[in-house]
């Protein structure tokens, strides 16, 4: 089963409001949207989506997706 697989057959978790008021891209320092369909919180200005699991943000550029792959 793959990566998306296995996301989309996980329960979502709620990610705390108060957590997601402070928290900013790593790359730019911007604001950032949180898609809770995909689990991510979204950078539109560094074009990045950081993935959330288990209700925890992953703010590594490195586990982030591309957007330009879209």
């Known amino acids: 089963m793959s ?3 296995e996301a989309a057959r996980a329960p979502k978790m709620e990610v705390d409001p108060k957590l997601l008021e402070i928290l900013v891209c790593p ?4 604001t ?3 898609d809770r369909e995909k689990q991510e919180l ?13 209700g ?3 703010m590594l550029t490195d ?6 792959d879209e």
């Open 3 to 5: 990566d998306t697989q």
């Open 27 to 30: 790359v730019t320092k911007s």
């Open 32 to 34: 950032l949207r949180y």
């Open 42 to 54: 979204i950078s539109d200005k560094a074009r990045l989506a950081f993935p959330i699991r288990d």
């Open 56 to 58: 925890i943000p992953i």
């Open 63 to 68: 586990e982030a997706r591309s957007l330009d």
